[in-house]
């Protein structure tokens, strides 16, 4: 199974995130239901692993923190777009809770993640590049800053390429305290 970690979103932060989520030629929109935001990719794993997995989670004590998404971006340019994103305001509660996640899961075996944590909601990747429409779009949105929300757990989710497209499916749920 193919899988990941990450912040589940609450609904009306989804709602927000969804309105935003019009007017760019040539973007796939990410489903509302799938919005997330990526903790730590994990990838094809079997069923032993998984259970590792699970265990160097569940092992995890981490506290409750309030998390803020602000602003837009993208990855990658004009050759190969990749993804539009929501932003998140500095959060150091955050980037240590994906480091103690990144430390378990060495620790379970894993190779270790090479590239940098660049918290982000990805709301939309591209079947064609939008071009100037693109910074148009972003400059638009700039001041985009949604509710704090409290987090209080975190879910290691299976991903399965569907006809579609990709659906997620929460295996575990970890609390923070
Ligand atoms: P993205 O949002 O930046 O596209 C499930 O596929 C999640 O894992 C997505 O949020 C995606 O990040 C991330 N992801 C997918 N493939 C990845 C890879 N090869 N390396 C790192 N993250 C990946």
Redesign the pocket.
């Known amino acids: 199974m193919r899988l990941?970690v990450?912040l589940s979103l609450p609904a009306d932060l989804r709602s927000r995130l969804c309105a935003l989520s019009s007017g760019l030629p040539g973007a796939r929109w990410v489903d509302p239901a799938n919005l997330?935001l990526?903790l730590r990719?994990i990838?094809e794993v079997g069923g032993h692993e998984a259970d590792d997995v699970d265990a160097a989670l569940s092992g995890i004590n981490g506290k409750r923190f309030s998390l803020t998404l602000s602003g837009l971006g993208q990855?990658g340019g004009d050759r190969r777009l990749r993804?539009l994103?929501a932003g998140v305001e500095p959060n150091e509660a955050l980037d240590h809770l994906q480091a103690k996640i990144e430390t378990a899961l060495q620790r379970a075996g894993l190779a270790p993640e090479k590239?940098k944590f660049k918290p982000?909601v990805?709301l939309a990747?591209f079947k064609a590049n939008p071009g100037e429409r693109l910074q148009d779009y972003i400059v638009e949105r700039s001041l985009f800053r949604a509710e704090p929300f409290e987090v209080t757990e975190f879910v290691l989710?299976s991903?399965y390429l569907a006809h579609k497209g990709?659906i997620?499916a929460p295996e575990a749920t970890y609390p923070l305290i």
């Open positions: 990941f990450a997330h990526t990719f990838g990855f993804a994103w590239r982000h990805t990747r989710y991903s990709a997620y």
